[in-house]
Each structure stands twice: as C-alpha cells, then as structure tokens.
C-alpha cells in the first residue's frame, strides 16, 4: 500500500522564478492538502483539493496555487518566487467520506530554497 | 479562529525520564485532537488522536494523551523515553465537522540523552 509521495525531494530557485510540486496521495484517498513548514515552525496550511477543485484555502497569497488531477494526485505552483517561500512544503492525503473525522497521512516533504 | 500554543520549545531528557508536553488550543466549537512526530529526516506521522469518548488516548510507542476540555489542553505524556523518542513534536487540531484543514503548534523538540 503506498503512502503519500511528494517530488521532487529538494528544489533550487531564484527569487521571481516558478516553481511546480508534484504529490500522489496514499492509496484509496482522494483529498489533497498542501502545508507550509517554515523552519522551527508547524506547518501552515495552504489549500485542500478535492474533486479537482479547490475546497479551502489558508492566509497564502494568490502566487499560490494548484491543481487536482482525475487520479486525485496534485500540484502545487508557486509564481514570483521570494526568498521567504523558502520551506518544507508537505502533502497530506485523507479520504472526503469520513468528514474531519478521519486523520492526515503525509508525505516527505519537497524542500524549496529560494536564493 | 483555531490557535495552538505548545509551551516547550526545546526539551533534554535522560533515558527512562518522564515526559510531559503540553498543548493548548483556542477554538469554540467541537474539536479533534492530534499529536504528530517528526522524526530526524523522516515524514510528519501520526502517534495518536482524538475524536470523542474516553479522554485519555494511548498511541503508539507507548506514548498517550489526555484531553481535558475545561483547560482546552491536550497533553503528551511517556512514562520513560529511550533515545529513538528524539524527535520534534506537534500538536494539532481540526474542527468536527469541517474541512480537515489542520492547525498545527510550532513543535517541541526532543531531545533524550542515552
């Protein structure tokens, strides 16, 4: 049963570049949440995919944005890179049906650096 | 809107301390509960939750938490750690009913001398 899988593992930008991160939720799921882990912080979230759309969506700005696909794997796009996008960018997967009653699985995170 | 506070940044431990992390939360309506472990270099995974009934919930290595509503708190506890506990600590919540958006503390770091 695979878990959740993020790519690529680490990233290099610069500042004003695009950036594109890729996540396959865990067998059977069929939600996406993305999350924001800054250095010594928790993570912050981002947004939620579910059937293609987005559900909700977290204090980030419009720079971010993403994308569901029909096999439920997602997208996360940053545009107009800054250096504080620098983070630990983490996917979760859960399954819609159980409601908020049913926890996250992540996955290992994409580290971006942003120079 | 849901807060998390996590009162201990860094905590040092000896092999077979005990351990306490505390956790507070703000939110009015009804929550889940959830302690996170990241260990050195590996994912975010679950070691224990909350949804409703009994207050004190065992997860796994040994680790267990209570939720105790009138102090919106929802504390780690291990009777004694070992060395492989060494690792960063979030505590989180969601509110029932919601969209699982998750709202996470900023972590203890453990750290247990052998």
């Known amino acids: 049963d695979a878990g959740v899988t993020q790519s690529p593992t680490h990233l290099i930008k610069t500042r004003g570049q695009q950036v594109t991160l890729r996540c396959s939720p865990k067998?059977?799921?069929?939600?996406v949440s993305w999350y924001q882990q800054a250095l010594g912080q928790g993570p912050q979230f981002i947004f939620q995919?579910?059937?293609?759309?987005?559900?909700q969506r977290g204090n980030f700005p419009d720079r971010f944005s993403g994308h569901q696909f029909p096999n439920y794997s997602s997208e996360l796009n940053v545009n107009a890179l800054l250096l504080g996008d620098s983070a630990l960018y983490l996917c979760a997967s859960s399954l819609v049906g159980r409601g908020s009653d049913y926890e996250q699985y992540f996955g290992p995170g994409t580290r971006l650096t942003v120079t | 809107a849901q807060s998390v506070s996590q009162h201990n940044h860094h905590v040092i431990l000896s092999e077979a301390a005990s351990l306490e992390l505390g956790c507070n939360y703000s939110y009015g309506g009804t929550v889940n509960l959830f302690w996170y472990v990241q260990y050195p270099g590996q994912h975010l995974q679950l070691l224990l939750k909350?949804?409703?009934?009994?207050?004190l919930v065992k997860g796994i290595k040994g680790f267990e938490a209570e939720f105790i509503k009138s102090k919106f708190s929802f504390n780690l506890r291990k009777p004694s750690v070992q060395w492989s506990d060494t690792a960063e600590y979030f505590c989180a919540v969601n509110a029932r009913g919601g969209f699982q958006k998750l709202v996470f503390g900023t972590g203890t770091r453990l750290l247990v001398s052998p």
């Open positions: 067998s059977g799921h069929d939600t």
């Open positions: 909350y949804f409703s009934g009994d207050p």
């Open positions: 995919y579910y059937e293609e759309e987005e559900r």
